[in-house]
């Protein structure tokens, strides 16, 4: 066995994502791919005197196996300047074990000399200090390569180094791999939940009437297209739902806001209880989640902002795990991530009018028109001074119809997209019209 202990000197890493994550989530743990081009990197940098074929050598060695990890607690977090961090325990340690590799006295000698020079996992906010494990670790593994043994978990593609004796390349396969296209494959591995980063944590601001809104990011093997947005919402509410009754002691306890019922059972009225908004990236996919209330007038109550940092996980369609990280939590305010003012707001998502068209209401077109006109008074939105059709969003390959636009049990409804003008600059994102709190009806400023 080959094990490696990983210690991270200011207890925060900042770590660039790896492929199909959100993109300020840190790449927890660091990939096999990334801490093998740290030794290359180390290797030039500070030990060039060390014999090229014993660093091969050493280096096909760990790439011919994925290695298991076993982990600290870990925070995910985020710098607006620097991307993903990870905060990790005062004393937490990574170590990285290869069960199946056993190192030459060179190879172990080269190791040794490496890992005192590693620094930065190549980024300079990542400097950590390295040294050889002295056995395997004391507990069990948390985060280990997926396998037909492997215990329920959560499951997670990293980036491995093609094994040399794959590597078919024209350049020489330790060139490639410390170039700026290295071989790479993507394996799975499985996390424990125990193991499992975590977003914020679950505690209250301590004035949490301040907090009227909260921004999750998203990271998956693939993120989910935009066309999912109401069914991803519907998830977030039961998951709300589910997680405030622990929190609050009971169904009854059931935050109103969470379950969208007024206090007699009926359906709320007036838009006070939560919008869930998935928002897509620029290709289409589902990368954060913005949880928001009308205004900043009433904000979100001690036990509803903790149900909510407590929010996790969630399912793809397919039945991937979604992995979540509160990023940000504040007020409903102009300069507040990621709110800002704009006096032109453009579909993201088809808006859906919340009256059904019938005949005598005139042309469907005129009179969805009319209906925004209707919903933005309903939502406390100035009278638009124009309202023009838009064919397809701005963002991914689609078109209202390949939206799903309707909840569960509800009749099909039409989904149409506009540009509307305001004579004054708005807040957005804000949705409106059927679904408007299960994502359809999105408006962001215009492109």
């Known amino acids: 066995m080959t094990t490696i202990e990983l210690r991270f000197a200011p207890r925060r890493l900042c770590l660039a994502p790896s492929r199909g994550t959100a993109e300020d989530l840190a790449e927890w743990p660091p990939s096999p791919l990334r801490f ?18 014993d660093v091969r050598e050493l280096v096909a060695a760990l790439a011919s196996h994925p290695p298991a990890y076993h982990l600290p607690p870990a925070l995910l977090t985020r710098a607006a300047l620097h991307g993903g961090f990870v905060s990790t325990a005062t004393a937490g340690r990574c170590r990285l074990c290869w069960d199946s590799v056993e190192l030459t006295g060179l190879q172990t000698l080269a190791l040794t000399s490496l890992l005192r020079a590693i620094g930065p996992l190549l980024q300079p906010e990542s400097w950590i200090e390295a040294a050889p494990g002295g056995g395997p670790p004391a507990r069990a593994t948390v985060c280990a390569p997926a396998g037909p043994a492997s215990p329920p978990g959560t499951c997670i593609r990293f980036a491995c180094p093609v094994p040399e004796r794959e590597y078919h390349g024209p350049t020489p396969w ?3 791999l410390a170039g700026a296209e290295p071989p790479l494959r993507m394996l799975p591995y499985v996390f424990s939940e125990a193991a499992f980063p975590t977003g914020p944590p679950g505690v209250p601001l301590a004035k949490p009437s301040g907090v009227s809104a909260v921004l999750f990011s998203l990271e998956s093997s693939a993120l989910p297209l935009a066309i999912h947005t109401i069914g991803i919402a519907e998830q977030v509410r039961t998951r709300l739902m589910g997680i405030h009754k622990r929190v609050a002691g009971g169904e009854a306890a059931v935050s109103l806001r969470f379950a969208g019922k007024s206090e007699g059972g009926g359906k709320a009225v007036g838009h006070r209880h939560v919008f869930i908004l998935p928002l897509a990236d620029p290709a289409g996919r589902i990368d954060r989640i913005l949880l928001r209330l009308r205004d900043a007038s009433e904000p979100f109550t001690r036990d509803e902002l903790r149900a909510i940092l407590r929010l996790r996980e969630l399912r793809q369609p397919s039945g991937q795990p979604l992995r979540c990280a509160a990023r940000w939590r504040g007020a409903i305010a102009p300069g ?80 149409f997209g506009f540009d509307i003008e305001f004579p004054e600059p708005v807040i957005v994102p804000f949705s409106i019209g059927y679904g408007c709190h299960f994502g359809l009806g999105q408006f962001d400023a215009s492109p």
């Open 174 to 176: 330790l060139d490639a």
């Open 336 to 415: 507040e991530s990621p709110f800002r003012l704009a006096a032109r707001a453009v579909s993201a998502t088809p808006f859906s009018p919340a009256r059904h068209w019938r005949k005598g209401r005139g042309d469907p077109c005129d009179f969805a028109r009319d209906e925004v006109i209707r919903e933005c008074r309903n939502h406390g939105l100035p009278d638009p001074v124009a309202v023009r059709p838009v064919l397809r969003p701005p963002a991914g390959p689609f078109v209202w119809s390949d939206f799903i636009r309707t909840r569960k049990g509800d009749p099909p409804r039409a989904g």
């Open 36 to 53: 093998l081009r740290a030794l290359l990197d180390a290797w030039r940098r500070a030990c060039p005197d060390l014999p090229a074929g």
